[in-house]
């Protein structure tokens, strides 16, 4: 009964289910070792954060520019402070509020973000406590560019002015008339009265929505090989079916249509006799 297995046609359907079978898991298994490597960064690059703020302090130019190995890292810097601005929706330790940013501007040019301090509640400039005045120094954990719409940093716009929904580059030099750093700084300890602002991990390192991608990702490739199977299965029992209605002659003939039959009660007409004499009018009309 199983000899079609050995026709041209189910030899390309089982050869194609041999090679995508391990195709799929193969893939999903890279995709879960993504996942995983993810994973450990991200608890590498949290315990680095505790175990960096213990660091030697190291100025900003030997940090730059910020990627996995120096995010975290303790850096200080000296100048005077500029703008501040308020960084809104931001939750700390579970509730809502807002980070105190100040730009400070190193030897009177270019500047660098610094997180001064979280304030609960919606941000109001009334209750950000002043920047000091005159020179200062400030030491901190060094932090890369947020970028909007991702690690839960807002991507709204059309803030108040005063305001801005991500921390970088690119958001802050449309609010300054000076170059800012490619970077930002948190405090550690949080200035005037205010929670100081904890040490993220390092951009891709944390379980953001790449990591989570590649965990979705997983269990579609798994998904898509027992599809496969199931549809072999279901490709095999339609076979197997058709072959014993063969067998026992439950298949209608080569050539017949099953849903149109005679019609029984239905006569068809007697056909005339080709040596009968038609009938005069005379004889009609006896009749």
């Known amino acids: 009964m199983y000899r079609f297995l050995l026709t041209p046609r189910w030899w390309g359907i089982n050869v194609f289910v041999l090679l995508a079978i391990p195709f799929c898991v193969f893939m999903g298994s890279w995709q879960l070792s993504r996942f995983e490597d993810r994973m450990a960064d991200h ?8 175990t960096d703020e213990r660091d030697v302090a190291r100025p900003l130019a030997d940090l730059l520019p910020v990627d996995k190995e120096t995010s975290g890292k303790q850096v200080i810097a000296s100048g005077r402070y500029g703008k501040q601005l308020l960084v809104p929706d931001r939750e700390l330790d579970g509730k809502p509020g807002y980070y105190v940013l100040t730009l400070l501007r190193i030897d009177g040019g270019k500047a660098l973000p610094v997180v001064r301090g979280w304030l609960p509640g919606t941000a ?7 920047a000091p005045s005159g020179e200062v120094t400030v030491r901190g954990a060094l932090q890369a560019s947020e970028q ?3 690690n839960g940093v807002s991507a709204q716009g059309g803030l108040p002015a005063g305001q801005t929904s991500a921390i970088s ?4 030099v449309n609010l300054v008339s000076y170059d800012v750093y490619d970077a930002w700084v948190t405090l550690n300890t949080g200035d005037s009265g205010m929670k100081a602002v904890p040490a993220a ?3 891709d390192t944390g379980l953001n929505l790449k990591a989570f991608q590649n965990l979705g990702y997983t269990g579609e490739w798994f998904v898509f090989a027992g599809f496969v199977v199931f549809m072999w299965f279901r490709l095999l029992r339609r076979e ?7 067998e026992l002659g439950l298949l209608p003939e080569p050539g017949t249509n099953p849903e149109t039959k005679p019609d029984a009660e ?3 007409e007697a056909e005339p006799d080709p040596g009968a004499k038609p009938e005069t009018g005379e004889q009609r009309a006896s009749v």
Do not use: Q
Request: charged share 30%; net charge neutral; proline share 11%.
């Open 266 to 268: 239905t006569k068809p």
């Open 148 to 150: 909007p719409g991702e």
């Open 169 to 172: 580059a690119a958001s802050l």
């Open 124 to 130: 109001d400039a009334a209750k950000a406590p002043a």
């Open 240 to 246: 197997v079916e058709f072959i014993r209605d063969a």
């Open 43 to 50: 608890d590498r690059a949290t315990s680095r954060v505790a």
């Open 201 to 203: 991990a390092a951009p």
